[in-house]
């Protein structure tokens, strides 16, 4: 390594080298609120306390206490995306709106991940599931332009951001990686069947972990087989999740395995995280018991749930919404390795 990658990132000379990204980063930011704005989108500003920070199992957050007049003290957390505020406003009658902001996720710090990031995240309300897809991949697009690249890189990955992207379901993204039918893995209500998973892991050469759950099992086989896949010479839409992988998600007419999420890919990189929103509040609620059951059971801890946000659902329109990593897509955009290289300034080590 060079002296200038070894300095600390305020050093002049190191600096220097990661000016330019962080000048696209800045121009990128610009045009994508342009393009909301000229969409009507609103673009609002959730606060980052919650006293939930969101209800998936694998979703760790930051907790504080909040200190009143009083001088006592209430846990709060910092949040792990702006969801729940942004479906609050859904619910108060706002139908396009956006945030471009500050998260926070504990446990996450690699060259894709960091603990404190940069997420787009946006809801159309009336809006079907298709229409928040093809504003992803047009946001995507919009960065590439702004840099002028022809083709997105890393890792020894391309992908054309332009052309037109490949939408495939999980079960035949299983299926053609994995040689995987993963919807056999499921009853017709969608209730997942460890040992049928594990069974088809054994046979398709997969090693099966002695936490045989299923959730565990799928994450395994999409991570070695199926993501590394994606997105390599044009962007991919991972469509049609299963349903008790898409915890806030509503499930598909006619298919009750499968649920109305998305998953976006460029060059083997996750960039963006969709749904068709589950507005069913009773429903909603068995969810997230399910998912801090799992996370007590895994991690020893568990959020409490937001009822202010269940309250919300009754009242919360038919819509659909996405997250998109804004450093991750400025990465690609710029050819960049590491996702610190393309924020301003890292949290310390």
Not at 50 to 74: C, K, V, W, Y
Not at 92 to 116: D, F, K, M, Y
Not at 163 to 176: G, H, K, L, P
Not at 265 to 276: D, K, M, P, R, T
Request: aromatic fraction near 8%; charged fraction near 25%.
């Amino acid at each position: 390594m060079s002296a200038a990658e070894t300095s600390p990132w305020w050093h002049p000379d190191r600096h220097a080298d990661r000016r330019p990204a962080l000048l696209a980063r800045s121009r990128i930011d610009a045009a994508v609120r342009n393009w909301l704005a000229e969409r009507d989108f609103l673009v609002v500003d959730p606060p980052g306390l919650q006293r939930s920070p969101g209800n998936e199992t694998h979703l760790h957050a930051f907790g504080t206490s909040m200190i009143g007049n009083d001088g006592i003290g209430q846990a709060m957390y910092f949040h792990t995306s702006p969801e729940f505020t942004m479906k609050k406003l859904l619910a108060a009658g706002e139908t396009r709106i956006a945030s471009l902001q500050h998260v926070w996720r504990n446990r996450e710090r690699s060259a894709l991940h960091h603990p404190e990031f940069t997420m787009l995240e946006w809801y159309r309300a009336d809006a079907p599931y298709d229409a928040i897809i093809a504003d992803t991949l047009a946001i995507i697009r919009l960065a590439a332009d702004v840099t002028g690249v022809a083709q997105f890189a890393f890792r020894g990955r391309v992908c054309d951001p332009r052309a037109e992207a490949d939408r495939i379901s999980v079960a035949e993204a299983f299926q053609r990686f994995a040689g995987i039918d993963l919807l056999a893995t499921m009853d017709c209500s969608g209730v997942p069947d460890d040992a049928a998973l594990a069974q088809q892991m054994q046979a398709a050469g997969m090693s099966v972990p002695d936490d045989r759950r299923w959730s565990y099992l799928f994450t395994q086989v999409l991570v070695d087989r199926v993501e590394p896949q994606l997105g390599n010479g044009r962007v991919t839409v991972l469509d049609r999740y299963p349903a008790c992988e898409a915890a806030l998600a509503r499930r598909v007419p006619g298919d009750a395995r499968v649920s109305e999420r998305f998953e976006v890919y460029a060059c083997g990189v996750e960039l963006a995280n969709g749904f068709g929103e589950l507005t069913d509040a009773a429903e909603q609620r068995v969810r997230f018991a399910a998912e801090m059951e799992e996370k007590a059971r895994i991690y020893g801890e568990r959020y409490p749930v937001d009822d202010d946000f269940l309250a919300a659902l009754d009242f919360m329109p038919e819509a659909s919404g996405v997250a998109l990593g804004f450093d991750r897509l400025v990465m690609l955009a710029t050819a960049a390795q590491r996702i610190e290289a393309v924020l301003w300034a890292p949290v310390a080590e």
